[in-house]
């Protein structure tokens, strides 16, 4: 168990739909991140926040976004969801803005 | 533009033997190395971790070489155990940056 959390589990949704996936960091933690791993795909780095603000972004789509909130937990917001969306969303965290960053279990979203 | 590569997508070793995975990079500009361990439906698990200013680290089984010059690393675990078989991901991180670059990963199969 890294300590990072991310709700839902699984979640399957239809195109056109938007929905929010939610990460809390291990506690300490400042960084967060999140990366998308898609069937044909490794982890793609999509955007880190640090203390609340954005500090690098990624091949992130303009139909995502993501924001952390003052308790430092974090949600990515995907919307008009396609069917190419459907992948693996990991939230990682970490003390510093760089180095090691650890893990939650992902959330598996399904778009039909 | 594939920065991080991993050619093995898989490798078979038998238990007790030595493990050997391979990555390679592009970036001149990564100085931070990383290796994950990932089970199925589960996030990735941090295993160790290298700075582009050492060329070896080790860690219990676990040990990471860094050859520079050929921009390639690898890790080694010592003696293989039935419980390593895991996909394995390389990743790489730049001077000051915080995005993490992952390969596609290699399934180690570590058979009793």
């Known amino acids: 168990d890294s300590g990072v959390t991310q709700t839902p589990k699984h979640l399957i949704t239809a195109t056109g739909q938007r929905v929010t996936l939610r990460c809390s960091p291990r506690s300490g933690d400042l960084s967060v991140y999140w990366y998308q791993q898609s069937l044909d795909q490794g982890l793609q780095f999509l955007i880190q926040y640090y203390n609340g603000e954005e500090r690098a972004k990624g091949n992130i789509l303009e139909r995502f976004s993501a924001q952390q909130f003052p308790d430092l937990h974090s949600e990515l917001n995907l919307s008009s969801l396609e069917l190419g969306d459907s992948a693996l969303y990991f939230c990682?965290?970490?003390?510093?803005?760089?180095?090691?960053?650890?893990f939650g279990p992902g959330t598996r979203l399904t778009v039909l | 533009d594939q920065q991080v590569k991993q050619n093995s997508p898989s490798l078979s070793v038998q238990e007790g033997r030595i493990s050997i995975l391979n990555c390679d990079y592009t970036n001149s500009m990564f100085d931070y190395f990383l290796w994950y361990k990932k089970y199925p439906a589960e996030g990735p698990t941090f295993l160790i971790s290298?700075?582009?200013?050492?060329d070896k680290n080790e860690d219990g089984r676990f040990t990471v070489f860094l050859n520079k010059s050929a921009k390639h690393l690898s890790l080694h675990i010592v003696p293989s155990q039935p419980g390593d078989s895991a996909v394995y991901f390389c990743a790489a991180s730049a001077r000051g940056g915080s995005r993490l670059t992952f390969g596609e990963g290699t399934q180690l199969t570590v058979n009793p």
């Open positions: 990682a965290s970490s003390p510093a803005p760089s180095g090691e960053q650890f």
């Open positions: 290298i700075s582009s200013i050492k």
